[in-house]
């Protein structure tokens, strides 16, 4: 089994519709990471969470919203989908910093298309 | 955040040595140099980190420069699986510790 697991994989949707993505994480860590990627580029990075009560916008958090409803789990809204947010989604986990910045483990990805 | 340059492809054989660079002429004293790989159709896997000293695991190697602004990432005997997107990411150490992703460098291997 996965140790980051991101559901659903593939989603097809219209514009304006709520969506959410989903990611649960088995390795225990505290940090839990949304990034998105899109066509020949890098991964941008939308929210992060240190721990439950701890939520952080990243670079791009404009028109998503996030949830940690528990250590293991990190959920991603686009309250009202446009077809610019079509992309490749990736959650992340990581554990704490005792000997410096600690490698962050990624799930599989949803690949998101908004119609 | 400190930026990184790296080639945007490279191209090598198969059992061959591969040497990937990146450049950090900003890097400061307490950015950790990470590197990631991206398989096709994957999410970023971690391959190595390091501060000052050159580091070696099971799939590579990383050398730094003595001042800090470049690293290599060394891959010891390159097989089909390591074909990939390789980022070269400046980590923070306070802070949000976050990974800034640029374009990396696509690694092609020839059989």
């Known amino acids: 089994d996965a140790d980051v697991t991101q559901t659903p994989r593939n989603r097809i949707t219209k514009t304006g519709k709520r969506i959410m993505l989903e990611c649960s994480q088995t390795?225990?860590?505290?940090?839990m990471y949304w990034y998105r990627q899109d066509p020949g580029l890098g991964l941008r990075l939308i929210y992060y969470?240190?721990?439950?009560?701890?939520?952080n916008k990243g670079e791009i958090s404009d028109g998503y919203s996030v949830s940690r409803q528990a250590q293991a789990k990190f959920s991603l809204s686009l309250e009202s989908a446009i077809p610019n947010q079509t992309a490749l989604y990736f959650c992340?986990?990581?554990?704490?910093?005792?000997?410096?910045?600690?490698?962050?483990?990624f799930g599989d990805g949803t690949r998101l298309s908004i119609l | 955040d400190a930026k990184t340059t790296q080639p945007n492809s490279m191209e090598s054989n198969e059992e061959e040595p591969v040497h990937l660079p990146c450049n950090h002429s900003t890097i400061s004293g307490t950015d950790y140099i990470h590197w990631y790989r991206q398989l096709p159709s994957q999410g970023p896997e971690y391959v190595i980190h390091g501060l000052t000293s050159n580091v070696n695991n099971r799939m590579a190697s990383l050398a730094i420069a003595e001042d800090r602004k470049s690293s290599t990432l060394i891959l010891h005997r390159a097989t089909l699986r390591d074909a990939a997107v390789y980022y070269c990411i400046l980590r923070e150490f306070q802070g949000a510790q976050k990974l800034v992703f640029g374009q990396g460098t696509r690694l092609t291997i020839n059989p």
């Open positions: 390795k225990g860590h505290d940090r």
């Open positions: 969470s240190f721990d439950v009560k701890d939520i």
């Open positions: 992340a986990t990581s554990g704490g910093q005792e000997a410096g910045p600690q490698p962050q483990h």
